[in-house]
Structures are given as C-alpha cells and as structure tokens.
C-alpha cells in the first residue's frame, strides 16, 4: 500500500524558517494537502492543492511538491505555529495521510 | 459559518456497535461530501472513508469493509457513521471532516471530535 513519510520531529528558532517534508513515490504527480494540529483540537487546513493558502492562514505558510516529496515551510516562525503537522494525498480511490511531524519552536 | 458538530463521548463493550453523528450547518449539505478520520491517543490520523450527502453513495478504507457504514439525514443536514464489533484498538477520536473526493481532495473543515471508548 501507498505510504507518505514525514519526520517524525523537526525543531526551529523562533523567526527562523521551517520545512516539514512528506515522501511518497512520484508524489508530485499527486495533489498534496497539509493540516495542522495543536494538542486537543481539530486538525486546521492549511495548504491544500500543494500550494494553496486557504482564507485565513498566515502568508508565512507554503507548500510545494516536485519529484518524490511535498514540503511545507512556515517562514518566520512563531511560537504558536508549535503543533503536529500532516501530510494527506488521494491514491487509488483513498484518502492516506503520513504519520505525522511534531513542529517544536525552541 | 461552516460548523460540523458532532455527537458526544461513547463507552463501548467489545463486540458492540457505535452510531457518531456529525450535523452540518452554514452550507448546503449535499454539496460536499463527509469524511471520517479517527485517532488514537497519541497517534496520527486514519482515514475510514467519505459519504456523499447527495447520492449517499460510500467508498471505505479496506481496513474497515465490512465493519463500518456510513449514512445521512438530508432533511436534518446529519452524517452518521456507524463501526460495529468493536475491539480495543477502536478507542480513539473519531472526526467528520467536511472534504470531496478524489485527486484534489481536501477536507476543509473539521468537527469537534467525538472520543470512543472500548473496554469491558
């Protein structure tokens, strides 16, 4: 079955920037979309379509996704974007998700 | 404004069923489909499937055929989502999440969450 792998932990100053990149074989050629979850709450969209901001997330998110991988990078970093991150794509008639990044801003 | 708000805390035997509901308002409920995504503590997201409100047509996760169904209530703008022989590796939070299918699929947003226990 089709896996997506992301790290399970990445760390960043804040201001500094943060990539959080999810692998999959020949996901570019897959929409990717990534969420945000802080602890207790729902997961918040914040990329969809690979690059796609929707209304109401902060410019200092972006996406892209060529070759093998989809990154997220949050430019800036603030102490609130601490939260697990996941990656998700469409493949073959499901929804899969990777595991999962826990973003911690030190 | 777009709200999902789904059904409270269950406790479940093993062996039992369990019907979450997921009521939608702030939008046309047969224009998007509903996805179901659960998590155990701890852990990441797992999709289960999707429901499309219009046709009430499904497509489930292999690893839960047979187990789970998912139906709707358009005049009440409800999704249900119904998982049966319930073990302990079923207890988690379980959320609807609003979302089309397909290559560009996303789910934008999101219910509360609704926590299932299992246990004897």
């Known amino acids: 079955s089709y896996e997506l792998t992301q790290p399970p932990s990445v760390s960043v100053s804040p201001g500094q920037t943060a990539n959080i990149t999810c692998s999959g074989d020949k996901l570019g050629n897959k929409y990717v979309s990534w969420y945000q979850q802080k602890p207790g709450q729902s997961p918040v969209l914040v990329i969809s379509h690979d690059s796609k901001r929707p209304s109401g997330i902060p410019e200092r998110f972006s996406g892209s996704n060529s070759g093998n991988t989809a990154t997220v990078t949050i430019s800036g970093t603030q102490a609130l974007d601490e939260a697990d991150y996941y990656c998700q794509a469409w493949v073959s008639s499901a929804v899969v998700f990777g595991g999962g990044t826990k973003l911690t801003v030190l | 404004q777009v709200q999902l708000v789904q059904s409270g805390a269950e406790v479940k035997k093993p062996g039992a069923s369990v019907k979450v509901s997921c009521k939608a308002s702030g939008y046309t409920f047969t224009s998007y489909d509903i996805n179901w995504v659960r998590q155990a503590t701890g852990q990441g997201l797992e999709w289960m499937g999707w429901?499309?409100?219009?046709?009430?047509?499904?497509g489930y996760a292999q690893k839960f055929q047979g187990r789970v169904t998912m139906t709707r209530n358009t005049s009440t703008s409800t999704a249900y989502m119904e998982l049966s022989s319930l073990r302990s590796e079923d207890t988690a939070v379980y959320f609807c999440?609003?979302?089309?299918?397909?290559?560009?699929?996303?789910?934008?947003?999101w219910g509360q969450g609704a926590l299932l226990t299992v246990s004897s």
């Open positions: 999440a609003r979302g089309d299918r397909g290559p560009s699929s996303y789910f934008d947003f």
């Open positions: 429901m499309s409100p219009n046709s009430a047509d499904t």
